[in-house]
């Protein structure tokens, strides 16, 4: 088992910066990739980034290339997630996964462990 705690969220004006944080405990070889997805009331859930912590391959959405940063310890404890130059676009909540790959972020397909999600709010 591997428990994702997420924090950061909140709300911000656009042209601001937020930064959120996924603590990961558990099951050390299911936290070997660890990303960020967003998901919009009546949008389809998003891939933001994700990071493979064992060598810090990372892979971003195409709309948050260039603005956020996704960042991990070698331990897989925490991930962070920089988010800078938002828009309302981005307005969403966000919930951290993991597993043993990132083929769950790369195929856009359901990771084995979620968390319980935070939500980011930027406003015009």
């Known amino acids: 088992q591997v428990r994702l705690v997420e924090s950061g969220g909140g709300s911000v004006q656009a042209g601001g910066s937020l930064r959120l944080s996924c603590l990961a405990s558990g099951n050390f070889y299911f936290r070997k990739c660890i990303g960020w997805f967003r998901q919009a009331p009546g949008k389809e859930r998003e891939g933001v980034a994700a990071?493979?912590?064992?060598?810090?391959?990372?892979y971003y959405g195409d709309s948050v290339k260039g603005r956020f940063t996704i960042s991990g310890d070698n331990a897989k404890t925490t991930v962070d997630l920089q988010m800078n130059s938002l828009t309302p676009e981005d307005t969403a909540m966000y919930y951290c996964a993991a597993d043993s790959s990132c083929l769950f972020f790369r195929l856009n397909t359901m990771a084995p462990y979620w968390g319980q999600g935070t939500q980011i709010t930027v406003s015009a």
């Open positions: 990071i493979y912590t064992a060598d810090g391959s990372t």
